[in-house]
């Protein structure tokens, strides 16, 4: 019987990070999955292949409905397990529609939202490839309030064209994103399909993501996994660190 892998995460969290690790511990002995490859800005964003899933096109001009989004999506290869990133959380739906399948959820707390705000909009907003990937010709700039004169400019930038100091406000007003998705609100539940691990274990304490991996996977990640934990880690915790002295944050 097939595992398939999902991993459910705030925007910032870590998730695609996390998942590359599941997924290269999983396939490495068996399909010699290639290394984590990082990004500019530290992201994992370009190692979702052999994830085996795919999202099929819907009508562009529909409401989205959240409740059914995660049933939309097709497993490419029956004969392989499939490693699912997500911002959707909702367990007994992800589990209905994945009857096999293992959950990560990442967690984490009030005293994270800064770092959580500073790393989602480098490696989204800020990052030119994943404008590319998204295929946002027709952009819609992140939300600022038209009823304050203090928004003006900013609202009508695109955010590669932002100035440290809009860098600084689009950051911290983007915490209420992060309040709204509602993970810090999360209480786990007793339950072996699901695991949780929390943000500041994800990107500060190696052995924590270790031990983590091997509890939802059932194997002991290789060396080479775990010196791209570590590099991860490290190039996170440097780039934070100069963001927030970059900034002024």
Known sequence: MITDYLVSYVNGGGGHFLMSVIKRTVLSRTFNYPSIKLGKFNDAHDNGKNSNFFFPAGNPSAKPDPTTEFFKIVRLNPGLPCFVPTHYHWPEKQLERWPNARLA??????????????????????????????????????????????????RNKHPLNFSLEEINVAIRSRICMLIQAGYHFIKPVD??????????????????????????????????????????????????ARVKQELGL
Do not use: C
């Open 191 to 240: 339950d072996p399909r699901i695991f949780y691990i929390q943000y500041r274990d994800l990107i500060n304490d190696l052995d924590a993501v270790a031990d983590f991996t091997q509890r939802m996977t059932g194997q002991e990640p290789t060396e080479e996994v775990i010196n791209e934990i570590h590099k991860y880690q490290t190039n996170q915790q440097a780039f934070v």
């Open 105 to 154: 959820v990442v967690l984490h707390k009030d005293e994270d939202l800064l770092d959580l705000s500073i790393n989602g909009f480098y490696k989204t907003e800020l990052t030119e490839d994943w404008h590319l990937r998204q295929r946002q010709t027709d952009y819609i700039p992140i939300y600022f309030s038209p009823h304050n004169v203090v928004y003006e400019e900013i």
